[in-house]
């Protein structure tokens, strides 16, 4: 008895809590697909796919690749193709008639871009300029960041910090051919564009308490998290689940937390500067300063402050 007891296998949490996840997603596609209204038979053409996933094993590691191949077996005449990527339908459009009815006939229909799961959590949901669904707010952001943040004049402002900031990538360059090292320009020339982009930003303070080194550092969890695999953006029902979507989104959350106290503080500083600095001259003033400077003019809350700023920095 004794020696039946030691074969038995003794589960570890996360294998339990994958087996309820499991449990539960099967559970709420049931539900839902029984409440599915009728085809009309007027879907786009799909090629067979599986329970629970749907299409999702048929797209590989490019997925352009995997949905040029699917598009040209399976896809109608008019080149349009519907895949299920979970619980999730897809559009997939392959065809320059097909193109110009999305993006121009019917563009105010397709104008939205979906919001995914992690970006709404470090966005607040759609607080920011990029994922902000086609509306007023939109038009606005879009107003704010044109005609005050990317404008002409405020690019060629902006010259002197960037023939500053290429001069020391010189300097880098310089000093390892006299030590006759090598230079790992990957790296370098990533380091200057995030520093460009930094400056910019925030002012030519951006490298105190080593900000810059930051910066890159929740850039690049920006990336692995909004680009890797979010389980929510492929069943949305597990976000009805309130402790699947903490569990799912830790990661997420913790990396929001980081970004908003980062942000904060360098508007707090600005606001701090700018009140005892009432006058700048317009080569002084970064993309913060004028932020602060229309927040009240454009309805900006401390979100859209910093969804903007995030974004800026991300792109």
């Keep these: 008895m004794r020696r039946d007891m ?44 599986l329970p629970l996933i749907g299409h999702l094993h048929l797209v590989g590691p490019n997925p352009h690749v995997s949905l040029a191949d699917l598009a040209s077996k399976h896809g109608g005449c008019d080149g349009l193709m519907l895949l299920h990527l979970g619980h999730v339908p897809n559009l997939v459009v392959s065809s320059p008639s097909g193109a ?27 607080s920011d300029i990029s994922l902000a669904p086609y509306g007023e707010f939109w038009r606005q952001a879009r107003k704010l960041v044109t005609t005050h943040l990317l404008s002409a004049t405020k690019v060629r402002a902006f010259q002197g910090a960037r023939e500053e ?30 520093d460009v982009v930094c400056r910019a930003v925030s002012g030519k303070f951006f490298r105190e308490e080593g900000r810059n080194e930051v910066f890159r550092e929740l850039i690049a969890l920006n990336t692995a998290v909004t680009a890797g695999f979010n389980a929510v953006d492929y069943f949305p029902s597990l976000a009805k689940v309130p402790l699947l979507q903490r569990v799912l989104l830790a990661k997420t959350s913790r990396l929001k937390k980081r970004w908003d106290e980062l942000l904060d503080k360098i508007t707090e500083d600005h606001a701090t500067r700018s009140a005892s600095l009432p006058v700048q001259d317009e080569q002084d003033r970064d993309m ?23 974004v800026i920095f991300f792109h």
């Excluded at 539900?31 to 009728?38: G, I, L, Q, T």
């Excluded at 300097?171 to 990957?186: F, G, L, Q």
Aim: proline fraction near 6%; hydrophobic fraction near 50%.
């Design 165 to 194: 900031e290429v001069g020391l990538v010189v300097a880098k360059i310089r000093a390892a051919a006299a030590a006759h090292s090598a230079v790992d320009m990957t790296h370098l020339l990533g380091t200057f564009t995030n």
């Design 100 to 126: 110009e009815a999305v993006m121009r006939t019917h563009d105010h229909v397709f104008a939205s871009r979906p919001l995914s799961a992690a970006a709404a959590v470090l966005l607040n949901g759609p």
């Design 6 to 49: 030691e074969k038995l296998v003794v589960f570890s949490p996360e294998v339990v809590l994958s087996l309820l996840l499991c449990f539960f997603v099967f559970v709420l596609s049931r539900y839902y697909v029984s409440r599915r209204p009728a085809n009309n038979g007027r879907l786009p053409p799909s090629p067979p796919k």
């Design 288 to 310: 913060v300063d004028v932020l602060l400077s229309l927040q009240h003019e454009y309805n900006l809350t401390t979100d859209n402050l910093r969804g903007i700023l995030m």
